[in-house]
Nanobody, 124 residues
Framework: QVRLIESGGGLVQPGESLRLSCAAP????????MAWFRQAPGKEREFVAG????????SYIDSVKGRFTISRDNAKSTVYLQMNSLKPEDTAVYYC?????????????????WGQGTQVTVSP
């Protein structure tokens, strides 16, 4: 099991930005494809963005394309989610996931390797 520690959530106004971080200490980070998911109240957890082990390829859900950017720093064992032009519908708890199956359009999560989540609230 991979330990994952998310940070960077908060309360922002529509149009503002946040950067989420997910650190994975103790493992061989460069061996893992990584992804961000989110879960809004009363809704199922959904895929947001994924990235390959090397960072050479990414995938996103349509609703965040052009606004969110996933990246990773293998030297720091950390994956990031830069979120720009935030909207109220982006409000959710954001989770990172490690060592799932990455594809060009989505990412199938590892059912064990979840972080604790970080709350993002977008409200006027």
């Amino acid at each position: 099991q991979v330990r994952l520690i998310e940070s960077g959530g908060g309360l922002v106004q529509p149009g503002e930005s946040l950067r989420l971080s997910c650190a994975a200490p103790g493992g061989i980070f460069s061996n893992y494809a990584m992804a961000w998911f989110r879960q809004a109240p009363g809704k199922e957890r959904e895929f947001v963005a994924g990235i390959t082990k090397s960072g050479d390829s990414t995938s996103y859900i349509d609703s965040v394309k052009g606004r969110f950017t996933i990246s990773r720093d293998n030297a720091k064992s950390t994956v990031y989610l830069q979120m720009n032009s935030l909207k109220p519908e982006d409000t959710a708890v954001y989770y990172c996931n490690a060592d799932g199956h990455f594809t060009s359009t989505t990412y199938f999560p590892n059912l064990v390797n979840w972080g604790q989540g970080t709350q993002v609230t977008v409200s006027p």
